[in-house]
């Protein structure tokens, strides 16, 4: 064999390689969908004072495992049992303004009775001396100095009734409804709650990051001084839109991770995203702008997937936020599930290398 002929024997070989390359990728992209791009995830939950004050004590340190109700740190109650103080004093306030609010009722119940007797005797000696002038018997100024007593009398029953109506109406109801009494209650239960704020606990069990506080600084309400890394991970994948064209929640899968080559674990695909953020409009009040591409061919789009180490869980909770794994989705018949889990072994082996 001349070497022309061997040169053009290694061509062909070369150019049927590639072809059969090519083929094997562009159906495995479909039947055997394999990508890089997938991480672990682990809920990242600031913590921030709901109030602002004085940090006196803080309890943790950078990467210190925590469990829920573990306490943080706390802020100066100084204030706050001063607040509680008030408003404990605003609720004697009302109680006694209420109590008074009641001997004034009771008073006024009293001067009513006495006014009611009055303008009875009144009214009886009004038609004793309307029958009397009838007669002739009196003189039209005695008769007209009773009927004026009488009107009186009248008024002042009225004015009675009026100011209990008012001293009723300022009182409200009595009690614990009592609506002064209320407001104090509140004021109180928010007090409380103000001051069982300045001790801030941890939700969740995770461990500390990116703790900013010290002993003496000033620490403002909603201002994050702490994350918490949650125990629970969740393990995603971007893949290409019309690689996932045949999965569906609880197809099979296999990953391996970046920081365990050469270990390979069971999964299944557990739910798909709704969507990615180049899918969301806002409503500004803008017109929409359209997507602007010199390429003939672009980009393809990635949904993103969520999965599920069943057998085993504890190996993602376990990793760092951010770790980056393969995930390799595998199709039903045995023949592709033996491809698939030789080319993501394949892979796990390479991780090694880089």
């Known amino acids: 064999m001349t070497p022309d002929q061997k040169f053009a024997r290694y061509v062909k070989i070369s150019l049927t390689g590639f072809i059969l390359l090519f083929v094997y990728y562009i159906i495995a992209d479909i039947w055997l969908p394999v990508t890089p791009q997938a991480r672990v995830y682990h809920p990242v939950v600031q913590v921030a004072p709901q109030i602002s004050g004085r940090v006196t004590e803080v309890f943790v340190s950078n990467h210190q495992q925590v469990k829920a109700g573990d306490l943080l740190f706390c802020i100066d109650d100084a204030p706050f049992k001063l607040a509680l103080a008030h408003a404990e004093l605003a609720l004697a306030d009302a109680q006694l303004e209420n109590q008074q609010l009641n001997t004034q009722i ?7 009775e006495a006014a009611k007797a009055k303008l009875n005797e009144q009214s009886l000696l009004k038609q004793r001396a309307e029958h009397l002038i009838n007669e002739k018997a009196i003189s039209r100024q005695d008769f007209d100095s009773i009927v004026a007593d009488y009107k009186v009398n009248q008024a002042n029953l009225v004015s009675l009734q009026a100011q209990l109506t008012e001293a009723k109406l300022k009182r409200g109801a009595q009690g614990e409804h009592n609506l002064s009494i209320r407001h104090a209650l509140n004021q109180i239960d928010q007090a409380k709650l103000n001051l069982s704020y300045t001790k801030v606990t941890a939700l969740n069990s995770g461990v500390v990051a990116n703790l900013q506080l010290l002993k003496g600084a000033y620490a403002n309400s909603g201002q994050a001084l702490m994350a918490i890394v949650s125990d629970k991970a969740d393990l995603v994948a971007d893949f290409r839109e019309k690689s996932l064209i045949n999965k569906r929640p609880g197809s099979i899968a296999r ?3 970046d920081g365990q080559p050469g270990q390979v674990y069971k999964a299944r695909v557990s739910s ?5 953020s180049d899918g969301q409009l806002s409503a500004n009040g803008l017109l929409s702008t359209t997507e602007k591409s010199n390429r003939w061919v672009r980009d393809a789009q990635r949904q993103r997937i969520h999965l599920d180490l069943s057998d085993n869980a504890d190996i993602v909770n376990r990793l760092q ?5 393969t995930v390799q989705l595998l199709p039903d018949s045995g023949l592709g599930q033996w491809l698939g889990g030789l080319q993501i072994k394949l892979i796990s082996w390479l991780h090694y290398i880089y």
């Not at 798909?272 to 990615?276: D, I, L, P, R, S």
């Not at 936020?321 to 794994?325: D, E, P, T, W």
């Open 255 to 257: 990953v391996t991770f």
């Open 272 to 276: 798909f995203e709704a969507g990615v």
């Open 106 to 112: 009771q008073s006024l119940n009293a001067n009513i």
């Open 321 to 325: 936020s951010g770790a980056r794994a």
